[in-house]
């Protein structure tokens, strides 16, 4: 695994965590929560407060990412929206792109 497979795999991983915190928040029926960044630092631990609307939103494309303002990687992916709290951002590197779109969560069936 290379550097760019092995930060975008971290990512996958952060959604993946994401993916359960938004389902227990449907469950409980809170319409604000706290995820987690999407960032590719393993040990960032840091949090995003957001809708479950807005997480949607970046759920939407399989190659969108929710991080803290300034965790984007400039070489690997590019901001394209800055919501305040957190940025939405599209991965461009293109080995960073086939590895999130492989392990997207919402591909399967
Ligand atoms: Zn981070």
Redesign the pocket.
């Known amino acids: 695994m290379n550097d760019k497979e092995r930060r975008a795999t971290t990512e996958a991983l952060f959604r993946d965590v994401n993916e359960r915190i938004a389902e227990s928040a449907e469950r409980f029926d809170a319409t604000g929560t706290e995820f987690v ?3 590719s ?1 393993p040990s ?1 631990t ?1 949090r995003v407060a957001a809708s479950l609307a807005e997480y949607e939103a970046v759920r939407d494309e399989p190659t969108t990412f929710l ?2 303002p300034g ?1 984007e990687q400039g070489d690997i992916e590019k901001v394209v929206s800055d919501r305040g709290r957190f940025r939405i951002v599209d991965k461009v590197q293109a080995v960073v792109r086939r590895t999130v779109i492989r392990l997207n969560p919402r591909t399967a069936g």
């Open positions: 960044c999407e960032c630092d960032c840091h991080v803290l965790h």
